[in-house]
């Protein structure tokens, strides 16, 4: 994904392949725990290049032959963490965040193109983003967070995605009680603030 260049060599191999694309699912992304201050700066860079930059590269990619074709789906798999932030994660929800504002960006650029944009925010799955999360000095944190492996199945989560992305959502929101943390932010911050300083949010 932080290869830019090769990214756009195997986007266009597919689609000399199959012709046309139907729906791009940008899926790629890697976590961060470590705080902020612990955090080398290569490390933010890496986030960054795999989770924002990685997947804009893959989408202009492919944007050209969607614009051409006049349809298609984009679909961004980001994260509860793209509208909140907590401690450990500062990379990470940093390019989150980015991914809502440039794919909102996007959306009121092609819509009337015949493209989709559908943003997908989940919050706990039972995946290994905990272990292969990048501590501050770039190495595996090696520990399944406990909030994680209690989280949704894979299966359950792509079930959901499944469903908003054949209804053609702009925005899906699952997950569990950490939602709630995207209400408090909407309407209450001032207390979220407060409350993510006293949550266990390793």
């Known amino acids: ?3 830019f260049e090769q990214v756009s060599v ?11 694309i ?6 790629a992304g890697i976590s961060q725990r470590a705080l902020a201050k612990d955090t080398v700066l290569s490390v ?3 986030v960054m290049d795999v989770n924002f930059m990685g997947t804009v590269a893959v989408t202009k990619a492919v944007l050209p032959t969607m614009l051409h074709q006049r349809f298609g789906q984009i679909v961004v798999i980001s994260s509860v963490m793209g509208k909140i932030g907590t401690p450990l994660r500062s990379a990470y929800a940093a390019s989150k965040h980015a991914l809502h504002g ?3 960006c996007l959306r009121a650029e092609v819509v009337d193109e015949g493209l989709h944009i559908c943003m997908i925010c989940p919050g706990y799955v039972n995946t290994n983003v905990t272990i ?3 501590t501050g000095d770039g190495s595996p944190n090696k520990v399944k967070a406990e909030s994680t ?3 949704m199945t894979t299966e359950r989560f792509a079930q959901k995605a499944l469903r908003a992305i054949a209804s053609e959502k702009d925005e899906a929101l699952f997950g569990g009680k950490e939602l709630v943390t995207i209400y408090l932010q909407r309407f ?4 979220l603030r407060w409350m993510v300083r006293r949550l266990n949010v390793t």
């Open 44 to 46: 933010d860079q890496k």
């Open 1 to 3: 994904m932080a290869d």
């Open 22 to 27: 139907n729906v791009l699912v940008n899926n």
């Open 149 to 151: 492996a209690q989280g």
């Open 10 to 20: 195997v986007a266009q191999q597919i689609i000399d392949h199959f012709g046309y």
């Open 132 to 134: 292969n999360a990048l």
């Open 188 to 191: 209450f911050p001032s207390f």
């Open 102 to 104: 440039f794919f909102e």
